[in-house]
């Protein structure tokens, strides 16, 4: 009989902040609940893991600090996971933290967002690429993440009635896939999302082999007509992203290109060794592209990218890439993530980020959304929210495809 694990509590955290909307879920977010009450014990998991000890799920909202601290501890964490990028978002107050431990040393933990209902108790527990559950220097023990994963549920889905959604950087894995059913979670398929993945651990010149012929010969026309490269973390590089992104919307006409208004106070906010890589693209003194990369662990992705109006014969955007993937080499970093792959949405993206992903690459399912609920309230009203909000969604997407093929029409005319 394996040992229990033992879940305490701290001590809840207050705020004057005022309650910001949460785009996910389209409600008001209300500040958290007070985690005052204690965890019943729990045995582990599952009577096929080895003997692993005792672990500790400790429950409170973190300081920036000490959550950084934590953060820096693991080779899988990420800048969603960031304290300055959700609180941004959500407001600071309105984040929660769930740590596991192993005697003294944190083998897991996980931040999530909280959007709690007015008057009726529960809402949304929301952990974006969560929990964290390989330390830095360490293997991937699967047992913490089935233990981070029923941890959570006890405590945010049993306890506190909230829908809670993890969502874990982690791509189509056996081992891993089984665990979330096991532990009473439920994936939500239709949120199932895929991307490309390029293995940094290959050499550079194996990586340009790897290219198909079309993304290589974009960037070797790229590097011939004299394009200079600037990249750096500093607000001045992020204002002029900012304008070409600005200038990709209104060309893109898209409501589906999300704005980054909070992008300067994140950058701002975030620590010197996990802010964002900036690299911009000129031609002729003119801004013409831009990229921006974040790499906290050993794993990175490329977070946003936009070309100006002016870019987009010049393949700036090629450059950048391959600028980025040399970068990240060497800093150590193992693996870029290209950020979601959709050949029917997005066809020309996709055929983009497949051509840089070539034969070293792969495409790959991510492991996927998970949700586990207790409370009717929670799921009736936040999965409503939702269909709304895609029911929204893809009525602005029909609006602006007849607007373009009205524009067209006229133009043949």
Same mark, same amino acid.
């Given at each position: ?146 233990? #981070? ?10 306890? #506190? ?39 940094? %651990? ?41 304008? #070409? ?103 020309? %993206? ?64």
């Amino acid at each position: 009989m394996h040992e229990p694990i033992e879940f305490v509590s701290g001590p809840s955290v207050t705020s004057d902040e005022s309650a910001p909307v949460d785009s996910t879920v389209g409600s008001s977010v209300s500040p958290p609940v007070d985690f005052e009450d204690s965890f019943p014990e729990m045995p582990l998991a599952s009577s096929d893991c080895p003997k692993a000890g005792r672990f500790i799920a400790e429950c409170k909202q973190l300081s920036k600090e000490e959550w950084d601290a934590i953060l820096a501890e693991f080779q899988d964490a990420n800048l969603y996971q960031t304290w300055s990028y959700a609180a941004a978002r959500w407001g600071g107050k309105n984040l929660s933290h769930l740590v596991l431990r192993s005697g003294p040393t944190v083998v897991g933990a996980a931040q999530l967002v909280l959007v709690k209902l007015p008057l009726l108790g529960g809402g949304l527990a929301y952990a974006k690429w969560g929990p964290l559950w390989i330390r830095r220097g360490s293997a991937a023990d699967p047992r913490v993440f089935r233990e #981070l994963l029923r941890a959570l549920r006890q405590k945010y889905a049993v306890e #506190l009635g909230f829908l809670l959604r993890v969502t874990p950087w982690e791509f189509e894995n056996a081992e891993l896939q089984s665990i979330p059913s096991q532990e009473g979670f439920r994936q939500n398929i239709s949120a199932q999302q895929r991307t490309a993945m390029l293995d940094l %651990t290959c050499s550079m010149e194996e990586l340009r082999a790897s290219l198909t012929r079309h993304w290589r010969s974009n960037l070797k026309r790229a590097e011939s007509i004299g394009l200079e490269v600037v990249e750096d973390s500093t607000e001045d590089l992020l204002d002029e992203f900012a304008e #070409l992104y600005r200038q990709m919307r209104e060309r893109k006409d898209a409501g589906w290109i999300p704005p980054i208004h909070y992008l300067h106070q994140i950058q701002r906010e975030l620590n010197p060794g996990m802010k964002a890589h900036v690299s911009l693209c000129r031609y002729k003194g003119q801004t013409i592209a831009g990229l921006v990369v974040s790499a906290l662990g050993e794993k990175s992705f490329a977070w946003l990218a936009a070309t100006g109006d002016a870019g987009l014969e010049l393949r700036g955007s090629y450059l950048l890439q391959w600028r980025a993937i040399q970068r990240l080499k060497s800093q150590g970093v193992r693996s870029y993530d290209l950020g979601g792959v959709n050949e029917v949405t997005h066809p020309g %993206t996709a055929q983009y980020k497949l051509g840089l992903c070539g034969k070293r690459g792969r495409v790959a399912d991510y492991l996927g959304e998970f949700e586990a609920c207790e409370a009717w309230t929670s799921r009736l009203v936040i999965k409503g929210t939702d269909r709304f909000r895609l029911a929204l969604m893809r009525v602005q997407q029909l609006a602006q495809e007849r607007w373009h093929n009205r524009s067209a029409h006229q133009q043949h005319l």
